[in-house]
């Protein structure tokens, strides 16, 4: 794997971005726009999930990171579950919901993968050296 200096070359990092940005317009629309709880909930977590690769990534410890990966990975569910309300409240179309349920899964399966690297790896962070 290439060494990458900045959270933004992470691929996991990228992707969680272009679900929050997808998310979000969603959002001021209709009746979405009236249910400020779920909202805000739902762009909250689908914040968190970039939020918390950046910051784990930020840490420079291998043992941190991974720990922000499972929060973000839990974001990823956290954003499911919000969308099958967004659905069940008619806030969405089946086929936003379908695109946007399949974009928080991949991520998902990313970070999995990605922290499966990271147990494995001899890469230890910057504070190890």
């Given at each position: 794997?290439?060494?990458?200096?900045?959270?933004?070359?992470?691929?996991?990092?990228?992707?969680?971005?272009?679900?929050?940005?997808?998310?979000?317009?969603?959002?001021?629309?209709?009746?979405?726009?009236?249910?400020?709880?779920l909202?805000?909930?739902?762009?909250?977590?689908?914040?968190?999930v970039?939020?918390?690769?950046?910051?784990?990534?930020?840490?420079d410890g291998?043992?941190?990171?991974?720990?922000?990966?499972?929060?973000?990975?839990?974001?990823?569910g956290?954003?499911?579950?919000?969308?099958?309300?967004?659905?069940d409240r008619?806030?969405?179309?089946?086929?936003?919901?379908?695109?946007?349920?399949?974009?928080?899964e991949d991520?998902?399966?990313q970070?999995?993968n990605?922290?499966?690297?990271?147990n494995?790896?001899?890469i230890?962070?910057?504070?190890?050296?």
């Amino acid at each position: 794997m290439a060494t990458i200096h900045r959270f933004e070359d992470l691929e996991i990092w990228q992707k969680g971005r272009t679900l929050c940005n997808d998310i979000y317009p969603l959002t001021l629309n209709g009746s979405f726009e009236k249910d400020f709880k779920l909202r805000d909930q739902i762009n909250g977590s689908s914040g968190s999930v970039m939020d918390n690769i950046a910051e784990g990534f930020e840490r420079d410890g291998k043992n941190e990171f991974r720990q922000f990966l499972s929060i973000a990975k839990g974001s990823c569910g956290e954003v499911r579950s919000q969308l099958y309300r967004a659905l069940d409240r008619n806030h969405i179309t089946q086929e936003q919901f379908e695109k946007l349920k399949v974009q928080a899964e991949d991520i998902s399966k990313q970070i999995n993968n990605f922290i499966k690297y990271l147990n494995t790896s001899e890469i230890k962070g910057t504070k190890f050296k």
